[in-house]
């Protein structure tokens, strides 16, 4: 059985894919993928004739931004869905404990 392709965060990369990312953001224009029946193994190739493991790439460029994650994580607490479920889990809790 044929593996999905996946990049180096278990994203489904999609067949019709032209870049891929390396770890610190670089694009790497790819230019087709193979699949190596006997082990299992799916490789991509570049412009340059390079054979690269999709594995070790990543679908969506990689971020490093500290402060983007701050941001999203307030965005989060400061969301009355997550509030409500907050609530709704210490409330769980405190019944448990009673």
Known sequence: MIQPL???DGNYIPLDTW???KDDGTVVDITG???VTR????SAS???GNILNPRQLHL???SDDMDELV???DEIAK???FRTRLENAFAELKERCE
């Open 6 to 8: 996946k990049d180096a």
């Open 79 to 81: 969301s009355d869905e």
């Open 39 to 42: 082990v299992g193994v799916w």
């Open 46 to 48: 570049d412009f340059g």
């Open 19 to 21: 870049e891929l990312y």
């Open 33 to 35: 993928f193979s699949y």
């Open 71 to 73: 941001r999203a994580f």
């Open 60 to 62: 969506n460029k990689p």
